[in-house]
């Protein structure tokens, strides 16, 4: 089986920082294509951060320049530096193979002003 387990969300202040984790098991996290997806209340689920085998990364331009995605190979995780965070960014955020059709389970990010 293929499971993704994410941790590190929680409630911070604008402009404070978090670091999301996402640990793979028993799936072909080394190879994989990788991303972190949001979903906001009364919104679409969408594509945050994405980043391939070969180490591409790409990011919604609304996070751009704000959070960072990184993965570690030999811990099977990925990871989403969170910086500079806006009300805004309050969502529950899920991690993604993206060739498997499994999610996480989410962890709650919430923002306050």
């Known amino acids: 089986q293929v499971r993704l387990v994410e941790s590190g969300g929680g409630l911070v202040q604008a402009g404070g920082s978090l670091r999301l984790s996402c640990t793979a098991s028993?799936?072909?996290?080394?190879?994989?294509?990788m991303g972190w997806y949001r979903q906001a209340p009364g919104k679409q689920r969408e594509l945050v951060a994405q980043?391939?085998?070969?180490?591409?990364?790409n990011y919604a331009d609304s996070v751009k320049g704000r959070f960072t995605i990184s993965r570690d190979i030999a811990k099977n995780t990925v990871y989403l530096q969170m910086n500079s965070l806006k009300p805004e960014d309050t969502a529950v955020y899920y991690c993604?193979?993206?060739?498997?059709?499994?999610w996480g389970q989410g962890t709650q990010v919430t923002v306050s002003s």
């Open positions: 028993g799936s072909i996290f080394s190879i994989n294509t």
């Open positions: 980043i391939t085998r070969v180490g591409i990364t």
């Open positions: 993604k193979d993206q060739s498997s059709p499994l």
